[in-house]
């Protein structure tokens, strides 16, 4: 048996926010994206994926992320990024297609983008949004990692039928996370650092 203890996870650190195409920052270091409808918990994610409470900002009111949040990782090389939510409803159609606009902007236009996090939320069905979402990464060939959140708040019944409904739409493996409570932070972690490392 090894007696070695097991190596500390990284950590983020916020470097560059965007709220405008020209805003992007185009690092020559990899990336991943983390991608999902709004209040389906990106942000708390980053914050577990980072063990720290409030490095990015969350709240229970969807449309919280408005900007494309740029984090590094520690030790590195690359970055982490937060992007805004998309099928909030309550925002003005201008906003929207703003928002729309800029991630268009960023997952078309980021050559460093080397796998798309989709976040899906355990406890709802599969969302078209999400379909779209997974199809435009499967279209342009870039590597998708699915992850169930908030699996605190479902039972394990409720969190198979919600696997088995993706499994059935996507080929990738599920990871299976809850932020509240860090659950799969490192298998989590394994899967962004295999990816960061294939270029
Ligand atoms: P936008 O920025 O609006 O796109 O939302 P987001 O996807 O960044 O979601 P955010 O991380 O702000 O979380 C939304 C709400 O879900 C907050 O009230 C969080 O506390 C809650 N939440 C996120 N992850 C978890 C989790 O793993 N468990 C539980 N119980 N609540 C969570
Ligand atoms: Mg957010």
Not at 36 to 46: A, F, P
Not at 125 to 141: C, G, H, I, V, Y
Request: some cysteine; charged content about 20%.
């Amino acid at each position: 048996m090894s007696t070695e203890s097991p190596k500390p996870l990284p950590t983020l650190v916020l470097e560059a926010t965007a709220f405008t195409e020209a805003q992007l920052l185009h690092p020559l270091l990899p990336q991943v994206a983390l991608a999902g409808r709004s209040n389906v918990g990106k942000s708390s994610l980053i914050n577990a994926l980072a063990g720290r409470k409030n490095l990015a900002k969350t709240s229970a009111t969807p449309g919280k992320t408005r900007s494309i949040n740029y984090y590094r990782i520690e030790p590195g090389p690359g970055y982490i990024v937060d992007l805004p939510g998309y099928g909030y409803a309550q925002c003005s159609q201008a906003e929207r297609r703003k928002w729309a606009v800029l991630l268009e902007h960023y997952l078309s236009g980021t050559p460093g983008l080397t796998a798309l996090v989709l976040l899906l939320d355990s406890r709802v069905t599969p969302q078209k949004a999400d379909r779209e979402l997974a199809a435009f990464a499967a279209a342009r060939a870039l590597p998708l990692i699915p992850v169930l959140t908030k699996a605190d708040k479902c039972s394990k019944k409720e969190l198979n039928a919600c696997k088995r409904a993706w499994s059935v739409l996507l080929p990738e493996e599920l990871l299976v996370t809850s932020s509240q409570k860090r659950t799969g932070m490192e298998e989590l972690w394994s899967a962004l650092q295999s990816m960061l490392s294939r270029v």
